[in-house]
């Protein structure tokens, strides 16, 4: 993985499609069951708080059929829409052991559709897809992450699309008369689906808790060029991921416009559940060992540090809000 500080925002449609692309192969790693995460980190001893049970037996795969899931999108800069237009994106979508099949995408903003995917392929064009399957908010449900992109020469109104659910990021452009571009914030994963796993390799994944964590705060103190004033707002959020030998939650911190920990496909951790519930969250490896700064979190004191050491070494503190 590689993590940078940066200002989050999409550039022109190269650099959309360059971060899909890149995303497709961080996904083929996290995905991975039965390999290490993305990063060099070690594993780290489990705790009586973190240990996990005895693996369940693996659930049945689910055989057959299709299902139509919805992504939550905003408009950041788009021609005509206003930033904040709400949008919606629609992926319907079959299986196979190992992957979605059969994958048609629908993306629309104030009620005007902006890409239709359409079944015929033609010289020039290139369309992929990948759905990855992650733990939903109760046992037997699923939700979802998406890369999809279709680019290439073409006439007439058909548009290109660069959508990477990971990283939170997505673009629908034309290039013919007359083009426009849409940036958009895209929300990471898709609405639930309830029943067996559709992919084996979730098939006997283990997940350590479910309610995801969203709580506010303020930088209290910085150190080192964080990008960051002190008093800036700041958002937290941890959410489940499938138990791996080096993470078991993805983390995100953003104060402001400036992503201080979770940039683009980054952002694994270890967390401490108690109760089923996160009460501490760590990534003890700066970023040159994996690509992510350092963190610390502890919920109930109400504390969040993110740090990296090196030569342009920093850090940011931040007090959290009480939970509501």
């Given at each position: 993985m590689t993590a940078r500080r940066t200002r989050r925002v999409v550039g022109g449609a190269g650099l959309a499609l360059g971060v899909a692309i890149a995303a497709l192969g961080v996904v083929d790693l996290v995905r991975s069951r039965g390999a290490s995460?993305?990063?060099?980190?070690?594993?780290?001893?489990?705790?009586?708080?973190?240990?996990?049970?005895?693996?369940p037996a693996a659930r049945p795969v689910a055989a057959g059929g299709t299902t139509t899931r919805v992504w939550g999108a905003r408009v950041l800069a788009g021609g005509s829409l206003p930033t904040g237009t709400a949008c919606e994106v629609s992926a319907t979508f079959g299986h196979e052991a190992e992957r979605a099949v059969d994958v048609?995408?629908?993306?629309?903003c104030g009620g005007e559709v902006l890409y239709r995917s359409t079944p015929e392929r033609?010289?020039?064009?290139?369309?992929?897809?990948?759905?990855?399957?992650?733990?939903?908010?109760?046992?037997?449900?699923?939700?979802?992450?998406?890369?999809?992109?279709?680019?290439?020469?073409?006439?007439?109104?058909?548009?290109?699309?660069?959508?990477?659910?990971?990283?939170?990021?997505g673009m629908v452009w034309r290039e013919t008369m007359p083009p426009f571009r849409v940036e958009l914030d895209l929300d990471e994963l898709s609405d639930e689906?309830?029943?067996?796993?559709?992919?084996?390799?979730t098939a006997a994944a283990q997940v350590r808790f479910r309610a995801p964590v969203a709580r506010r705060g303020r930088v209290v103190a910085t150190?080192?060029?964080?990008?960051?004033?002190?008093?800036?707002?700041?958002?937290?959020?941890?959410?489940?991921?499938?138990?791996?030998?080096?993470?078991?939650?993805?983390?995100?911190?953003?104060?402001?416009a400036v992503t201080l920990y979770g940039l683009k496909a980054s952002g694994f951790g270890t967390c401490g559940v108690s109760a089923g519930r996160v009460?501490?969250?760590?990534?003890?490896?700066?970023?040159?060992?994996?690509?992510d700064p350092q963190i610390a979190v502890d919920l109930a004191a109400g504390t969040l540090r993110v740090s990296d050491l090196g030569r342009a070494a920093w850090s940011a503190t931040i007090a959290l809000d009480a939970e509501r």
């Open positions: 995460a993305p990063s060099s980190r070690p594993t780290p001893a489990p705790s009586a708080s973190t240990r996990a049970t005895t693996p048609t995408l629908e993306a629309a033609a010289p020039g064009r290139e369309q992929r897809s990948r759905v990855t399957e992650e733990p939903g908010s109760r046992d037997g449900a699923f939700r979802y992450a998406l890369i999809h992109e279709e680019h290439g020469a073409r006439t007439g109104p058909r548009t290109q699309i660069a959508l990477a659910s990971y990283e939170r990021r689906r309830a029943g067996e796993p559709w992919f084996s390799a150190s080192g060029p964080t990008h960051v004033e002190s008093d800036a707002p700041c958002e937290l959020r941890i959410r489940p991921m499938w138990v791996a030998p080096s993470y078991d939650c993805r983390l995100h911190v953003a104060c402001g009460a501490t969250a760590r990534d003890d490896e700066p970023s040159a060992a994996d690509g």
